[in-house]
């Protein structure tokens, strides 16, 4: 799930850095994959709340796709009955094979983890991880590159053993 972050001046950190560390996230990736035996193939996904059910999915979905067509009048419709349901987030996967091995990595979740403090998303809110911004309030390039290889490094440490 996305970081909640409670006030402007974390918001405008998160700004700051989620760009820089999503590309440096994937750069380091490609890194790793270089080296191992794991291939990748990148996929965007939903990402729906905790203990949102199938059929609940199913008609958020099928909804969605009503829009696509609906008139204006049934547009407004579907809106408000959206408003009541739980709503999936774009998510993003690297799906990693090896063999008959197979391991997901979920990208966001490894970029909150670069710019925010012992992320955790069961978590109420994110502390935004100050360290990786200079004095003059722009990225610390070089902090935001050894904190991006050492959690890409234990990312790919944690995958199933050959």
Request: with cysteine; hydrophobic share 40%; proline share 7%.
């Amino acid at each position: 799930m996305p970081p909640k972050i409670t006030n402007p001046v974390a918001w405008r950190q998160a700004e700051i850095l989620m760009q820089p560390a999503f590309i440096r996230v994937i750069d380091n990736i490609r890194k790793q994959l270089d080296e191992s035996s794991w291939t990748g193939t990148y996929h965007d996904v939903l990402i729906w709340p905790p203990n949102t059910t199938d059929e609940i999915k199913a008609l958020v979905t099928e909804l969605l796709q009503a829009m696509e067509t609906a008139t204006p009048q049934e547009a407004d419709e579907i809106r408000q009955t959206l408003t009541r349901l739980p709503m999936p987030h774009p998510g993003y996967h690297l799906l990693l094979q090896r063999q008959q091995q197979q391991a997901s990595i979920d990208l966001w979740e490894l970029c909150y983890q670069v710019c925010f403090i012992e992320y955790n998303p069961e978590k109420e809110a994110a502390n935004i991880d100050t360290s990786l911004i200079d004095e003059f309030n722009e990225v610390d390039w070089l902090r935001l590159d050894a904190k991006t290889k050492q959690l890409v490094e234990e990312a790919f440490a944690s995958l199933p053993e050959s």
